[in-house]
Structure formats: C-alpha cells, structure tokens
C-alpha cells in the first residue's frame, strides 16, 4: 500500500509583493482559550474591500506598465503596436488621476479571501466585503453592470454594482489575505473550457490545439492580453478558476516541475512556446503585429485518467488585481503605481504614422465615398458626430422595424459606436466611454443596412461573416477603436455627451457624443474584405 503523503495542490512560495499600509486601525489581538487571535472588524474588511476596488480601477502594477513600454522599445513592433501602447500609457496616466477609470466597463467585483484559524471576525464578512464594494461603485465614477434576474427573461440593473462574487477560504496561521479582482465583459467573456481526449499530449497535437484556440480569442477583449492556459484538473471548474487565477498572476509562484504527489507546477518552457505562436499569428496589439501577449502562464494539473480539461483564460488592458492583508500590523493593500507617466516615452514622433481625417458631420453618402477610397487597416482620426447604441437599444431598432416604423433619422445620418459610458465626474463632459465589443451586435447589421441606416459601426474586436458580407452588399464599413484607453477617450476625445432616447435603458441607452479626432481603424471595408480574416 502506497504511504500516505499530503502536499498542498497549489504550493506557493514565499510573497515578495510591496504593499502600502492604510491603517493601524480595525484589527486587533486579544487572548482567547490561553491563544493570541487576531480579531477584525466589519469595518476593516469594508475600508479594504473600498481602496482595493478604488485602486484597481484607476492604477496598474508596475509590471504591466513596464510591459507597454517594451513595446515602445522594440523596433520590431509594428507601427500599430506601437500606437496602441502609446495610448494605452496615456491612457494610464489619465486614470491615475483617480477621477476617470481605466476602462468604462468597469467589472464585476470578485474578491477571494484566505482567512487564518486565528483571525475572528464577526461572522459576516461576506457582507462588511460587499459594503466595500457598494461603496466604491456608488461613490465614485465607475458603473454598474449587474443585471438581475426577475424572471427567466426579464431583468433589471441592480444599480450599485452588486452582487460581488465573494470566495472565502479557511486556512492556517493569523492573517486574513485577498485578491481583488474587477473582471470586464470582454475579458471574461474570452474564457474557455475545452474537454478534450488523452491524444492531445502526444507529439504536436497540444500546441496545434492551442495554436488554433489562440487566434479565435480575436481582439475583442483588449490585447496585449496576459494569457493563462491550464491542462488537467481534478473538475473543469478547478481547470477554469486555476486559467483565472493565473491570468491576474497570482499562480507564478508555483514551482516548476511536477512531483509523483500532483502538485500544480508552471511548465516555463512551454509558456516560451505559446508566447512565440503568438508573436507570428500576425494580430499584434489589436491591429497587426507581434504583440497579441504580453505574456504566458501555462500550468499543469493533475486529472482523472478519463479527461483532460483545458482552459484559457485573458487579462486584458485594463488588467486590473490587487493583493491585501489584514494582519497584526494593521490593513495593507499592494502598492500599484500612482505614477504611470515615467513609463511614456519623451518624443512620440518616432510613433507617428499616415492618418486620414474623416468629418463625420458631411452627409453619410460623402463619409462612405472618402472611407472607399482607402484600404482596410488604414488609421483614421474621426471628427464630428457619433451616435452611442449597443445591445438593448439595437433591440428596440429591431422592433420599430418589425412594427413598420422604420429607422429613426439619427441611425441613417450618423455611424454607430458600440459602447456605454461611466459615470460622468463633476466638470467633465464625459465618463470613461471606450468601446464595447462588436460582435454582440453582428446579428443587427444586416437588418438595419437594409433599412437605410447603420452603415458605418464603431467598435472594438472581430466580426463575423455576415458583417462582412452585410458591408460588401450594402456598402457599409466596420472601424474599429481601440479596446482599453476609456480614460483618454474622454479626457481627451468627447467633447459633448446627450441623451437622445429610452432613458430607461440607463447606460445602454441611446446617445449623441460629438468627438474630435477620435482614432479609429478601418476593419472591414465595403468591398468584402476584412482585416482578422486575412489573419485567420
């Protein structure tokens, strides 16, 4: 008989990350049962669970930013590389102001707390985490995302942000760590579970696999992504929260070889790897180029011989994490960095490249006659008047066509950008207001072109066939924006926002926003060709 031996599933070495105290305040050791605990506070859990969710929002890791500059640096980046880290550390430098988020969609909240037998609290930490989280989305310039369900298909905005998805795990010793994660739409919708047989880890097969599964992430969710991909696992749902974890990072210190008792361990070599398949797929930082990953997390887990679970998961641009403890020297978050401007570079002349201006207040006809005129991939920089729709508000076109009553005038005359704006501060004229991903809208473009209007879009990600061929028979055209810099978009580029109908939509409703050279890429043109079809 094999002797018992237990080890840990995930055995993390030592944490080596720089944290900021916020207070000596809230926790507290007394003696109970001949012990010393540590007790916390209601009040400790929320105050940390609101700087953290504050921070992330606003701040980035060093490391990350570092990133984005080493892309500047490389002369092998593509010119549209470059732009797009160009803008995202602008786009940083903006929202480390504290005022404006990194990104418009501002996420779910998830928290993950590993709490020591020798830490008391009053049993409701569930909720002290959640008020946190109420207050951070309802005091501050973020937005709320949570949809309630009523009924199987009625739903309706829980207005705080709220439900927070709230992991509390017991562990040994006397502090009480977290994660703080805000995980986007985007960014979550780009997670995958593939069940696949044993013949997948013989010779090649697993980096071809992968190698497809890769380029159908697309750019929808904010590229340079931080990518995690997990082989194995004990269920598929251990497989997907492993791909989660070690997108924010917080599995790099996994040892890296394997042992006979299946502890989990990062395989460097083939993170190496995948990162080169990503370096030549040709999708780059959005628009074509090397950098579609800053970097790669593979990690091995143990599975039952019958299975073999793998999953992928992104952190996209707006790569938002952060650690916390509560421990005997008071409540500490991990320092991100209040200072993002040393990472830009001092000339930007060397970054610029040919841009066609487009006044978006001439007739549509004339937009669409200048936009033919050049190839897909072109830089564009958009002035004049846009119209904001996304999903909820191309429902209601589709019913106004279905009741007979035809496109209102503001979908014919203007393109459409797919997005929903955060809260707008006290002084600006526009939240944080950077696109929404495309193909959720895919199904409406047919049907409104044939109708007379939604002849230009404005977005961010990959489509699929049917606006491609909807744009060929109609003459329409995809652009597509940059995914992440919401910030700079409208410190910088919106310079009026209103509403123009179903306010009761709330952030999905219907908006008129007047830009000035807002950047844009031509995607797909209205002769059929699209540029991520040329990448497939």
Request: with cysteine.
């Given at each position: 008989?094999?002797?018992?031996?237990?080890?840990?599933?995930?055995?993390?070495?030592?944490?080596?990350?720089?944290?900021?105290?916020?207070?000596?305040?809230?926790?507290?050791?007394?003696?109970?049962?001949?012990?010393?605990?540590?007790?916390?506070?209601?009040?400790?859990?929320?105050?940390?669970?609101?700087?953290?969710?504050?921070?992330?929002?606003?701040?980035?890791?060093?490391?990350?930013?570092?990133?984005?500059?080493?892309?500047?640096?490389?002369?092998?980046?593509?010119?549209?590389?470059?732009?797009?880290?160009?803008?995202?550390?602008?786009?940083?430098?903006?929202?480390?102001?504290?005022?404006?988020?990194?990104?418009?969609?501002?996420?779910?909240?998830?928290?993950?707390?590993?709490?020591?037998?020798?830490?008391?609290?009053?049993?409701?930490?569930?909720?002290?985490?959640?008020?946190?989280?109420?207050?951070?989305?309802?005091?501050?310039?973020?937005?709320?995302?949570?949809?309630?369900?009523?009924?199987?298909?009625?739903?309706?905005?829980?207005?705080?942000?709220?439900?927070?998805?709230?992991?509390?795990?017991?562990?040994?010793?006397?502090?009480?760590?977290?994660?703080?994660?805000?995980?986007?739409?985007?960014?979550?919708?780009?997670?995958?579970?593939?069940?696949?047989?044993?013949?997948?880890?013989?010779?090649?097969?697993?980096?071809?696999?992968?190698?497809?599964?890769?380029?159908?992430?697309?750019?929808?969710?904010?590229?340079?992504?931080?990518?995690?991909?997990?082989?194995?696992?004990?269920?598929?749902?251990?497989?997907?929260?492993?791909?989660?974890?070690?997108?924010?990072?917080?599995?790099?210190?996994?040892?890296?070889?394997?042992?006979?008792?299946?502890?989990?361990?990062?395989?460097?070599?083939?993170?190496?790897?995948?990162?080169?398949?990503?370096?030549?797929?040709?999708?780059?930082?959005?628009?074509?180029?090397?950098?579609?990953?800053?970097?790669?997390?593979?990690?091995?887990?143990?599975?039952?011989?019958?299975?073999?679970?793998?999953?992928?998961?992104?952190?996209?641009?707006?790569?938002?994490?952060?650690?916390?403890?509560?421990?005997?020297?008071?409540?500490?978050?991990?320092?991100?960095?209040?200072?993002?401007?040393?990472?830009?570079?001092?000339?930007?002349?060397?970054?610029?490249?040919?841009?066609?201006?487009?006044?978006?207040?001439?007739?549509?006809?004339?937009?669409?006659?200048?936009?033919?005129?050049?190839?897909?991939?072109?830089?564009?920089?958009?002035?004049?008047?846009?119209?904001?729709?996304?999903?909820?508000?191309?429902?209601?076109?589709?019913?106004?066509?279905?009741?007979?009553?035809?496109?209102?005038?503001?979908?014919?005359?203007?393109?459409?950008?797919?997005?929903?704006?955060?809260?707008?501060?006290?002084?600006?004229?526009?939240?944080?207001?950077?696109?929404?991903?495309?193909?959720?809208?895919?199904?409406?473009?047919?049907?409104?072109?044939?109708?007379?209007?939604?002849?230009?879009?404005?977005?961010?990600?990959?489509?699929?066939?049917?606006?491609?061929?909807?744009?060929?028979?109609?003459?329409?055209?995809?652009?597509?924006?940059?995914?992440?810099?919401?910030?700079?978009?409208?410190?910088?580029?919106?310079?009026?926002?209103?509403?123009?109908?179903y306010p009761e939509l709330g952030m999905e409703a219907v908006w008129r926003i007047e830009v000035e050279d807002f950047p844009a890429f031509i995607i797909v043109d209205d002769k059929g060709n699209d540029f991520f079809a040329n990448l497939a």
């Amino acid at each position: 008989m094999p002797e018992f031996l237990y080890e840990d599933l995930f055995p993390l070495a030592a944490d080596t990350t720089t944290y900021r105290k916020l207070s000596g305040d809230g926790a507290e050791v007394i003696k109970a049962g001949g012990r010393e605990v540590l007790q916390v506070s209601d009040q400790a859990l929320s105050d940390l669970t609101f700087a953290a969710m504050h921070d992330i929002a606003h701040l980035f890791r060093p490391g990350h930013l570092a990133q984005l500059r080493k892309i500047l640096d490389d002369k092998d980046a593509s010119a549209n590389d470059r732009f797009v880290a160009l803008e995202l550390l602008k786009n940083a430098n903006i929202s480390a102001g504290m005022v404006l988020p990194s990104c418009q969609d501002t996420g779910t909240a998830i928290v993950i707390g590993k709490k020591g037998q020798y830490v008391w609290t009053s049993g409701k930490d569930e909720e002290a985490i959640s008020r946190g989280v109420y207050r951070t989305y309802t005091e501050t310039n973020l937005r709320y995302s949570q949809l309630a369900p009523l009924s199987m298909f009625e739903e309706k905005n829980t207005g705080t942000n709220l439900p927070a998805q709230i992991e509390l795990y017991a562990t040994d010793g006397d502090a009480y760590k977290f994660l703080f994660m805000a995980k986007g739409g985007g960014s979550a919708n780009k997670t995958f579970l593939y069940q696949q047989t044993p013949a997948v880890l013989r010779g090649d097969n697993l980096l071809k696999f992968l190698d497809t599964q890769i380029k159908t992430l697309g750019t929808a969710a904010c590229p340079p992504y931080h990518l995690a991909i997990v082989i194995g696992g004990l269920s598929a749902e251990l497989n997907l929260k492993t791909a989660k974890l070690a997108s924010a990072r917080y599995l790099d210190g996994l040892p890296t070889k394997g042992s006979p008792s299946g502890h989990a361990f990062r395989d460097l070599e083939f993170e190496q790897k995948i990162l080169e398949l990503t370096r030549v797929n040709g999708i780059g930082a959005q628009f074509g180029g090397k950098y579609f990953c800053h970097d790669v997390r593979v990690i091995r887990l143990p599975r039952h011989g019958a299975s073999i679970p793998i999953g992928i998961a992104v952190s996209c641009s707006a790569d938002r994490q952060a650690l916390g403890k509560i421990t005997r020297d008071g409540i500490f978050l991990e320092q991100l960095e209040t200072n993002p401007a040393q990472y830009l570079p001092d000339h930007e002349d060397k970054l610029s490249t040919e841009v066609v201006k487009v006044d978006l207040n001439q007739p549509m006809s004339e937009i669409r006659k200048l936009l033919s005129q050049y190839p897909i991939k072109t830089r564009l920089s958009l002035t004049g008047t846009l119209i904001v729709a996304r999903d909820l508000a191309h429902q209601k076109f589709a019913e106004r066509i279905e009741k007979g009553q035809g496109l209102p005038d503001y979908v014919k005359n203007h393109p459409i950008y797919y997005a929903g704006p955060a809260k707008t501060p006290e002084g600006y004229a526009s939240g944080s207001f950077g696109p929404t991903t495309a193909g959720r809208m895919d199904s409406y473009v047919g049907l409104l072109m044939q109708n007379g209007g939604g002849f230009i879009s404005l977005a961010k990600g990959n489509r699929s066939k049917q606006v491609t061929d909807a744009c060929k028979q109609y003459g329409g055209f995809y652009l597509g924006s940059i995914g992440g810099p919401a910030a700079i978009l409208a410190k910088n580029c919106i310079k009026k926002v209103e509403q123009l109908e179903y306010p009761e939509l709330g952030m999905e409703a219907v908006w008129r926003i007047e830009v000035e050279d807002f950047p844009a890429f031509i995607i797909v043109d209205d002769k059929g060709n699209d540029f991520f079809a040329n990448l497939a």
